[in-house]
């Protein structure tokens, strides 16, 4: 069974920094594109940055400069290092991996930006 689990987020002051790991597992077979998501306080979900087994990364323009994607195929983990974070950063951070075009979920991580 597949299984996609996330951690690292956490309460963190503005202009702080925070790195959040996902490792998926359950496969014999390699994931395909691996990425993050969050779910805003007013529900809106947004696609923050994925990247490719190959290393192609896509950000959301609110996180250029800011974030950072990362991957380890040989351990189906995934890592954000995000710096320089702002209070509307503050969401559920959700990781996403994709087996033969079928995106699995974690349950995800908060991430609160905050003085």
């Known amino acids: 069974q597949v299984r996609v689990m996330e951690s690292g987020g956490g309460l963190v002051q503005p202009g702080g920094s925070l790195r959040l790991s996902c490792r998926a597992s359950?496969?014999?077979?390699?994931?395909?594109?691996m990425g993050w998501y969050r779910r805003t306080p007013g529900d809106q979900r947004e696609l923050v940055s994925s990247i490719t087994n190959g290393g192609t990364t896509t950000y959301a323009d609110s996180v250029k400069g800011r974030f950072t994607i990362s991957r380890d195929n040989a351990k189906n983990t995934v890592y954000l290092q995000m710096n320089n974070l702002k209070p509307e950063d503050t969401a559920i951070y959700y990781c996403?991996?994709?087996?033969?075009?079928?995106?699995?979920w974690g349950q995800g991580t908060q991430v609160t930006v905050s003085s």
């Open positions: 996403n991996a994709y087996l033969y075009s079928h995106p699995h």
């Open positions: 359950g496969s014999r077979f390699s994931f395909g594109t």
